[in-house]
């Protein structure tokens, strides 16, 4: 994969400000964005806070346009800690637009899906910001990107998003108000950890125990209007907001070779359920593609999965 020479950080160089989606840009600070890409989770800086679409009418104005597309949109209130299952934080009291209103009186996380499909500027964004993490890392090579979205969080103050692991490679930016960011590189995650979640179709989060990763691995990003951080696939993380309301912006995408990755895990739920011990991913890289090629079939998975075990062994 063609990779540019390593950037020298630019952080004592002012971003311009942004007042179109298309001027907006993100740095990375660190001068081998490249080599880091989806391994370790890096501090990044923005201009996308002074972008009118993040003001206050004009995400009322959005939020309103969930009222159509309730499926776009996410409200919950505050976990009680940071090890709370996902799913067991009460959730979907208010539609988003009414839950914006009431921030101040109560702990509320309004999450709103795919702007991009509601309003041209969303769009214009998430394209300019593929734009500079492409050029940030050298370009993708032959990976092909085959799903990018984002999404905007807005926030009470005082609120936890507890622990879990998204299967995408995130780029969060911080809009207003401070949060601080809890993140484990993906490595802090072992495979059987990981693979009970690949062998769901849809894209869903993942839970992990807070108690079970590496204190020592643990990065915490604090962040304010114009800081933000790379996020990569499967890093368990979890989120608080401090004495402030906060808005904050993420993009997320999905590469054909991150996806292969998770067939290939899911395969390997199978050959572990099987009482065998499946190579790690990346070990032998043909035997990878002739799992992952195998979760891609029509035919039933389990006697799939048993015809391909037999064809690998030796090799996982
Ligand atoms: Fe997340």
Same mark, same amino acid.
């Given at each position: 994969?063609?990779h540019?020479?390593?950037?020298?950080?630019?952080?004592?160089?002012?971003?311009?400000?942004?007042?179109?989606?298309?001027?907006? !840009?993100?740095?990375? *600070?660190?001068?081998?964005?490249?080599?880091?890409?989806?391994? *370790?989770?890096?501090?990044?800086? @923005?201009?996308?806070?002074t972008?009118?679409?993040?003001?206050?009418?004009?995400?009322?104005?959005?939020?309103?346009?969930?009222?159509?597309?309730?499926?776009?949109?996410?409200?919950?209130?505050?976990?009680?800690?940071?090890?709370?299952?996902?799913?067991?934080?009460? @959730?979907?009291?208010?539609?988003?637009?009414? /839950?914006?209103?009431?921030?101040?009186?109560?702990?509320?996380?309004?999450?709103?899906?795919?702007?991009? &499909?509601?309003?041209? #500027?969303?769009?214009?964004?998430?394209?300019?910001?593929?734009?500079?993490?492409?050029?940030?890392?050298?370009?993708?090579? %032959?990976? &092909?990107?085959? %799903?990018? *979205?984002?999404?905007?969080f807005?926030?009470s /103050? =005082?609120?936890?998003?507890?622990?879990?692991? #998204?299967?995408?490679?995130?780029?969060?930016?911080?809009?207003?108000?401070? &949060?601080?960011?809890?993140?484990?590189?993906?490595?802090?995650?072992?495979?059987?950890e990981?693979?009970p979640?690949?062998? &769901?179709?849809?894209?869903?989060?993942? =839970?992990? #125990?807070?108690?079970?990763? #590496?204190?020592?691995?643990?990065?915490v990003?604090?962040?304010?209007?114009?800081?933000?951080?790379?996020?990569?696939?499967? !890093?368990? @993380?979890?989120?608080?907001?401090?004495?402030?309301?906060?808005?904050?912006y993420?993009?997320?995408?999905?590469?054909?070779?991150? %996806?292969?990755?998770?067939?290939?895990?899911?395969?390997?739920?199978?050959?572990?359920? !099987?009482?065998?011990?499946?190579?790690?991913?990346?070990? @032998?890289?043909?035997?990878?593609?002739l =799992?992952?090629?195998?979760?891609?079939?029509?035919?039933?998975?389990? =006697?799939?999965?048993?015809?391909?075990?037999?064809g690998?062994?030796?090799?996982?």
């Amino acid at each position: 994969m063609a990779h540019s020479a390593p950037v020298i950080p630019q952080s004592n160089i002012p971003l311009s400000v942004a007042s179109l989606p298309t001027d907006a !840009a993100i740095r990375f *600070e660190t001068p081998s964005f490249a080599e880091i890409f989806n391994v *370790e989770p890096v501090a990044t800086s @923005h201009n996308l806070s002074t972008l009118n679409i993040f003001s206050q009418d004009a995400l009322r104005a959005l939020a309103e346009k969930y009222q159509a597309n309730p499926q776009d949109a996410f409200v919950a209130s505050s976990a009680p800690s940071a090890n709370a299952d996902f799913n067991s934080v009460p @959730h979907g009291q208010h539609a988003p637009h009414v /839950a914006m209103t009431l921030l101040d009186e109560q702990p509320y996380r309004v999450l709103l899906k795919r702007p991009e &499909k509601y309003d041209a #500027d969303f769009r214009e964004l998430i394209h300019t910001i593929l734009q500079c993490i492409s050029d940030a890392r050298g370009g993708f090579g %032959r990976e &092909k990107v085959v %799903r990018l *979205e984002s999404s905007v969080f807005i926030t009470s /103050a =005082k609120s936890t998003t507890p622990i879990h692991f #998204d299967p995408e490679i995130g780029f969060f930016c911080q809009i207003a108000g401070e &949060k601080i960011y809890h993140v484990y590189p993906p490595a802090n995650v072992t495979e059987p950890e990981l693979e009970p979640f690949y062998i &769901k179709s849809s894209v869903e989060i993942g =839970k992990v #125990d807070v108690n079970r990763r #590496d204190p020592a691995r643990e990065h915490v990003f604090h962040l304010s209007a114009g800081k933000g951080l790379h996020q990569p696939q499967n !890093a368990p @993380h979890w989120v608080e907001t401090c004495s402030s309301q906060s808005i904050s912006y993420s993009v997320v995408l999905e590469t054909d070779a991150t %996806r292969s990755l998770g067939r290939t895990r899911a395969f390997n739920h199978y050959v572990r359920m !099987a009482g065998l011990a499946p190579s790690t991913p990346g070990e @032998h890289p043909a035997a990878d593609a002739l =799992k992952a090629n195998a979760m891609n079939a029509i035919l039933p998975m389990r =006697k799939l999965a048993g015809k391909v075990v037999r064809g690998v062994r030796g090799q996982h």
